[in-house]
Each structure stands twice: as structure tokens, then as C-alpha cells.
């Protein structure tokens, strides 16, 4: 049973390129969400979804598009990349009102 | 005001030592409550869920006062291996249930 995988788990970008952080879960879940974690910041919500084909802004949304094509994945789009995007990326998932489900992790560097 | 506040801390406790912490959340119509451990940037991994009536799992109590607008936890004969960062989850519900995480409170447990 994977639970939530979050691809990659490292990455460094120049200023101005695009990439996408994929994320996936096998638990049948409605809710996914992306988070990132910068110091002395907490987690703070990019975006989430509430089902497949849904996508909702969360409180730092600016710079990011998301798409949930499938019920499983969750894509995070960065399409220019700036150094205030350096930080760590989590993707959870819940059932609703439980408990969340997180990824690994990804760090990423933008140069 | 954030939705949901924690006091960072560091709480630096000997082993063996009783240490609590509280979490405020602003929100009256929050409807469910977690703490979540997290070490070192890696994902957080929840702990235990609060209900109303309180609850407990080894040697750690979790309480909930919706009057006051408050979670806390209470940590009993602390382990070194407890040493980490304790993050407080709040689910509110506008159309979607929403997690809000606090920025943690971090443990530091010493011989």
C-alpha cells in the first residue's frame, strides 16, 4: 500500500523554467491538497481539490496552477519559477473530514 | 489574528520530564482537530485526533475546550525519541472542509 507519492523528491530550477510536481494516492481519497513549508512559516495551502476535475485556491495560490484529472493525481504546475519558490512541497490527501495522508516531500531550488 | 496560533517555543524538558502544549484557533465553527508530529522537514505524521471528550494514547493526553477555542497536548514521561516538532490541525468547514496547520511548537528533550 503506497499511501501518497509525490514525484520528484529533489529538484533545482533556473529562474523562468517550468516544471510540474506530480502527486498520487491509491486510498480512494476526495480531498488532495498542496502545501509548502518554508521556516518559521508552517505549512500554508496552495491549492486543493475536493473531487476529480475540481481545483480551488487556497491561501498562497499565486505563481502555481493545479489540474485533477484523475481521481488519484494531483499536478502542481510552476510555469515560471522564481526564487520565492524555493521551499519544500507537500501533497496530502484526506477522506473528508480525516485525518490527512502526506507525501515524502519535495524540495525544490530555484537558482 | 492567524486562524490558528501555537507558541514555537523551543521547550527544552529532561527526559522524563511532563510537558504541554495549547493550540487557540479562531474559528467557532472549526469541526475537527489533530496534532501531527513532524522531524527534521520530513512529512508530518499524525499523532492522535482530538474529540470532545478528551482522549489519550500511551503516554500522550489530548484535550479539546470549545468554549475557549482551544486544543492542547500533554506529553507524560518525555523520551528523548519525542524530541520534534508538534504542529496543531484545525478542520473548518465553509463549503469544503479546509485544514489550517499551525506553525508548531518544537520539543527538545534532553538527558
Known amino acids: 500500500n503506497a499511501g501518497v507519492t509525490q514525484t520528484p523528491k529533489f529538484r533545482v530550477l533556473k529562474t523562468g523554467q517550468s516544471m510540474t510536481l506530480l502527486c498520487a494516492q491509491d486510498?480512494?481519497?476526495?480531498?488532495m491538497y498542496w502545501y509548502r513549508q518554508d521556516p518559521g512559516m508552517g505549512l500554508r495551502l496552495i491549492h486543493y481539490?475536493?473531487?476529480?476535475?475540481?481545483?480551488a485556491k487556497g491561501e498562497v495560490p499565486d505563481g502555481y496552477n493545479v489540474s485533477r484529472l484523475k481521481k488519484q493525481n494531483f499536478l502542481l504546475g510552476l510555469e515560471s519559477a522564481a526564487p520565492s519558490q524555493t521551499s519544500v512541497y507537500f501533497c496530502?490527501?484526506?477522506?473528508?473530514?480525516?485525518?490527512?495522508?502526506f507525501g515524502n516531500g519535495t524540495r525544490l531550488t530555484v537558482t | 489574528r492567524k486562524e490558528v496560533e501555537q507558541d514555537p517555543g523551543p521547550f527544552n524538558v529532561p527526559e522524563g520530564a511532563t510537558v504541554a502544549f495549547n493550540c487557540t484557533y479562531s474559528?467557532?465553527?472549526?469541526?475537527?482537530f489533530f496534532w501531527y508530529r513532524q522531524d527534521c522537514r520530513k512529512e508530518p505524521k499524525l499523532l492522535m485526533s482530538?474529540?470532545?471528550s478528551g482522549n489519550e494514547d500511551g503516554r500522550f493526553t489530548a484535550q479539546l475546550n470549545r468554549a475557549s477555542q482551544y486544543i492542547s497536548l500533554l506529553i507524560r514521561d518525555s523520551k528523548l525519541s519525542d524530541s520534534a516538532t508538534y504542529l496543531c490541525?484545525?478542520?473548518?468547514?465553509?463549503?469544503?472542509?479546509?485544514?489550517?496547520f499551525g506553525r508548531g511548537t518544537s520539543l527538545i528533550v534532553h538527558p
Open positions: 496530502a490527501s484526506s477522506y473528508y473530514n480525516s485525518p490527512l495522508h
Open positions: 486510498m480512494n481519497h476526495e480531498y
Open positions: 481539490s475536493v473531487g476529480e476535475g475540481t481545483t
Open positions: 474559528n467557532s465553527a472549526s469541526q475537527s
Open positions: 482530538v474529540y470532545s
Open positions: 490541525v484545525v478542520n473548518s468547514r465553509g463549503g469544503s472542509y479546509i485544514p489550517t
